[in-house]
C-alpha cells in the first residue's frame, strides 16, 4: 500500500515538476522575442545562446529560470521518491 502511494505521489510530483519546467522554458522564450527577435531566434537555434541571455540580461530571465529550476527539482525529487532500487538512506 505504501509503494502505491509513494508510487502516486511521485507521478503526480513529475507532472507538476514537468508543467512547471515546461512554463518556465515557454516564458524565458517569451522574454527574449520581447527583448529581441533575434535573441528569440538565437535561443531557439543555438545552445548557448539561452546562457548567454541568461547571463546578460539577468533581471529579465531570472523569474523563468527559477521556475525552470523548481520544475527539475520536483522530478528529481519524484525519481528518488518513486524508485526503489536505491540504496538504503534513499530508497
Do not use: Y
Not at 41 to 57: D, E, R, Y
Amino acid at each position: 500500500m505504501l509503494v502505491l502511494m509513494l508510487s502516486i505521489v511521485a507521478t503526480i510530483l513529475v507532472l507538476v515538476g514537468l508543467l512547471l519546467a515546461l512554463l518556465g522554458a515557454l516564458t524565458f522564450l517569451v522574454a527574449t522575442f520581447r527583448e529581441s527577435v533575434l535573441w528569440g531566434i538565437a535561443c531557439l537555434v543555438l545552445p548557448l545562446a539561452s546562457l548567454a541571455f541568461l547571463i546578460l540580461h539577468w533581471q529579465k530571465a531570472k523569474d523563468p529560470f527559477f521556475l525552470q529550476l523548481w520544475g527539475i527539482a520536483l522530478i528529481i525529487g519524484a525519481a528518488l521518491i518513486g524508485n526503489s532500487g536505491l540504496p538504503w538512506p534513499l530508497g
